[in-house]
């Protein structure tokens, strides 16, 4: 009962080659959960597993985060596959703004009949949720305005950060229970992401933890190891330990 995290991405919003970052959970290599769906997720997502994903996560909704949904959605509703629709957990405060900055196009399909949600199973979630037997948590990240953008933590096992400036604060709160932290960090930051030298300001332990992604380049991700970070890298899978026994169901 392995459980990992690939991430399928690891870029920024520029095209660098590294993909839209973009992570999913395994267990036994299977994949459980898709964390954000820019517009290469997708494609990267079916060449590993041969198949859509059966749950997706939202951090929030820049493009290079949902921008792979409207293709998603024509593949499953006019797809070879006929898959059912995936979970989409998103996170109730966005939920008004996913349906005016992807649900609400006229006409979503030109042959009528369709609506944008018709293709995803909703989940809005605001504590977190319930996904094969886990508890997930949701808590608020710093990413442009407050209360729209999140993280995501499977107690014991892993924390994503998705976008943000640094919250060691916040993740001395939701990730206490352990595991690797993926967390937003290039090597120079800006008012909407984390760099480098703003992670001098975590304690070491959550340093140590910390599995940095959404880069601009390959370069920058060699300087980032070199000051002492495991960086994640597009395509690796990273081991976890398993989730804690409060995260499960059966536990
Ligand atoms: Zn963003």
Do not use: K
């Not at 993740?171 to 992401?193: K, Q, R, T, W, Y």
């Not at 390959?218 to 330990?241: H, K």
């Amino acid at each position: 009962m392995n459980w990992s995290l690939r991430f399928l991405g690891t870029g920024s919003a520029e095209h660098s080659g590294l993909g839209h970052s973009a992570a999913v959970l395994e267990h036994d290599g299977q994949p459980v959960l898709l964390i954000d769906c820019g517009f290469d997720v997708i494609p990267r997502f079916v060449q590993r597993y041969d198949g859509l994903p059966p749950a997706i996560f939202l951090t929030h909704l820049h493009l290079d985060h949902v921008g792979g949904l409207e293709a998603l959605f024509s593949r499953i509703m006019f797809g070879a596959e006929r898959l059912p629709p995936p979970a989409l957990f998103v996170p109730a405060a966005l939920v008004p703004l996913m349906q005016s900055r992807l649900a609400d196009y006229p006409n979503v399909a030109a042959e009528g009949g369709f609506n944008f949600w018709d293709a995803f199973r909703l989940v809005p979630c605001s504590r977190g949720f319930w996904w094969q037997q886990h508890w997930f948590d949701v808590f608020g990240t710093r990413h442009h305005r407050p209360g729209t953008s999140f993280g995501l933590v499977l107690r014991g096992c892993f924390t994503y950060t998705g976008d943000t400036r640094p919250i060691a604060d916040i993740l001395d709160d939701v990730a206490e229970a352990g595991g690797p932290i993926a967390h937003d960090c290039a090597l120079h930051g800006n008012p909407s992401h984390t760099g480098v030298d703003d992670l001098d300001t975590y304690p070491g332990d959550l340093r140590t933890r910390l599995l940095l992604y959404h880069y601009a380049s390959e370069d920058d991700a060699q300087a980032l190891q070199e000051r002492g970070y495991r960086v994640a890298r597009p395509g690796q899978a990273v081991e976890l330990p398993p989730p804690a026994p409060d995260a499960s169901r059966s536990g």
